[in-house]
């Protein structure tokens, strides 16, 4: 153990704080008594012959049971890590501590790595402007969404860009360009439901997946969807923020090729937007 095990003694027996104490203090632990300690000590192991309840201990119950601090009981039926018996020598209670405190923090350890694995998953995944899921999570959720055991639906794939988006960033600068791609990410998520999915391809190219829907009532929702995130206006910038959408409906399951297709059409369409004089969706509604 590389720093010393934060070792905390609680027990109104002097006897047993003297003799354990000693015993700690003597393998290089850091040893507080429970008068001495406070929440804002790092504790590794609680070594007690007393309900913890009784004890004028504040410790983190949440840390406790997780396992980031553990708990040596002496002679008590009570939950804990290691018990030992009411007669158990000041060496055991020892060795008891110092093989606790390294268990616990392998714990932490692997809890850290966790924590760090998942908000790394998490960046990899998401759109560091805008905060929707990047290109690389569109096509996954793609994946596990409408491929293999999925139950039978109409959904539809939704393709969106901003029109003239490099005049407006010639017009306002591309800070300012930043802040309309996350005004747009923002007005998109308000503009469908909780369950259908979001995000942003590159660029100004926005994705949505609408599912569970009523394949004749797709025209307009994509229309309402295409007009509620457009509006947003810059003082810099000479006119009002447009889109244009390109959209394709279909049914699950698929498969991956069909994902492929489905998305080359909707691309298509979105393109014959464009072509039609922007701000408009495709097909027509």
């Not at 027996?13 to 406070?38: K, P």
């Not at 060795?95 to 268990?103: F, P, V």
């Not at 560091?128 to 969404?145: F, I, K, S, V």
């Given at each position: 153990?590389?720093?010393?095990?934060?070792?905390?003694?609680?027990?109104?027996?002097a006897?047993?704080?003297?003799?354990?104490?000693?015993?700690?203090?003597?393998?290089?632990?850091?040893v507080?008594?429970a008068?001495?300690?406070?929440?804002?000590?790092e504790?590794?192991v609680?070594?007690?012959?007393?309900?913890?309840?009784?004890?004028?201990?504040?410790?983190?119950?949440?840390?406790?049971?997780?396992?980031q601090?553990?708990?040596v009981?002496?002679?008590?039926?009570?939950p804990?890590?290691?018990?030992?018996?009411?007669?158990?020598?000041p060496?055991?209670?020892?060795?008891?501590c110092?093989?606790?405190?390294?268990?616990?923090?392998?714990?932490?350890?692997?809890?850290?790595?966790?924590?760090?694995?998942?908000?790394l998953a998490?960046?990899?995944?998401?759109?560091?402007l805008?905060?929707?899921?990047n290109?690389r999570?569109?096509?996954q959720l793609?994946?596990?969404?409408?491929?293999?055991?999925?139950?039978?639906q109409w959904?539809?794939?939704?393709l969106l860009?901003i029109?003239?988006f490099?005049?407006?960033?010639d017009e306002?600068?591309?800070?300012?360009?930043?802040?309309f791609?996350?005004?747009?990410a923002?007005r998109l998520?308000?503009?469908?439901?909780?369950?259908?999915?979001?995000?942003?391809?590159?660029?100004?190219?926005f994705?949505?997946?609408?599912?569970?829907?009523?394949?004749?009532q797709?025209p307009?929702?994509?229309?309402?969807?295409r007009?509620?995130a457009?509006?947003?206006?810059?003082?810099?910038?000479?006119?009002?923020?447009?889109?244009?959408?390109?959209?394709?409906?279909f049914?699950?399951?698929?498969?991956?090729?069909?994902?492929?297709?489905?998305?080359?059409?909707?691309d298509?369409?979105?393109?014959?937007?464009?072509?039609a004089?922007?701000?408009?969706?495709?097909p027509?509604?």
């Amino acid at each position: 153990m590389t720093a010393p095990a934060q070792i905390v003694v609680a027990t109104a027996d002097a006897n047993r704080l003297r003799d354990w104490t000693a015993a700690l203090s003597a393998a290089r632990c850091h040893v507080r008594s429970a008068d001495e300690m406070n929440g804002h000590h790092e504790v590794d192991v609680v070594v007690t012959d007393e309900p913890l309840a009784s004890t004028s201990l504040l410790l983190d119950e949440d840390r406790l049971a997780r396992g980031q601090i553990g708990l040596v009981a002496v002679g008590r039926a009570t939950p804990a890590d290691v018990s030992l018996p009411d007669d158990c020598s000041p060496r055991e209670v020892r060795l008891a501590c110092l093989l606790l405190a390294e268990i616990v923090r392998l714990r932490r350890q692997r809890e850290a790595s966790r924590r760090k694995e998942k908000v790394l998953a998490h960046l990899a995944m998401s759109d560091p402007l805008t905060g929707l899921p990047n290109r690389r999570a569109w096509e996954q959720l793609l994946h596990d969404r409408l491929i293999a055991e999925v139950p039978r639906q109409w959904c539809a794939l939704v393709l969106l860009d901003i029109d003239e988006f490099k005049h407006l960033n010639d017009e306002a600068g591309f800070l300012a360009g930043d802040e309309f791609l996350k005004d747009v990410a923002a007005r998109l998520n308000n503009a469908v439901r909780r369950r259908n999915a979001v995000a942003r391809l590159g660029g100004d190219e926005f994705a949505i997946l609408l599912e569970g829907i009523e394949a004749d009532q797709v025209p307009a929702m994509v229309e309402q969807i295409r007009i509620q995130a457009g509006g947003a206006r810059d003082a810099k910038a000479a006119h009002a923020l447009t889109l244009s959408a390109g959209w394709v409906v279909f049914s699950t399951p698929c498969t991956k090729a069909d994902i492929s297709s489905f998305m080359q059409a909707a691309d298509a369409n979105l393109r014959a937007a464009k072509q039609a004089g922007r701000n408009c969706t495709r097909p027509a509604t």
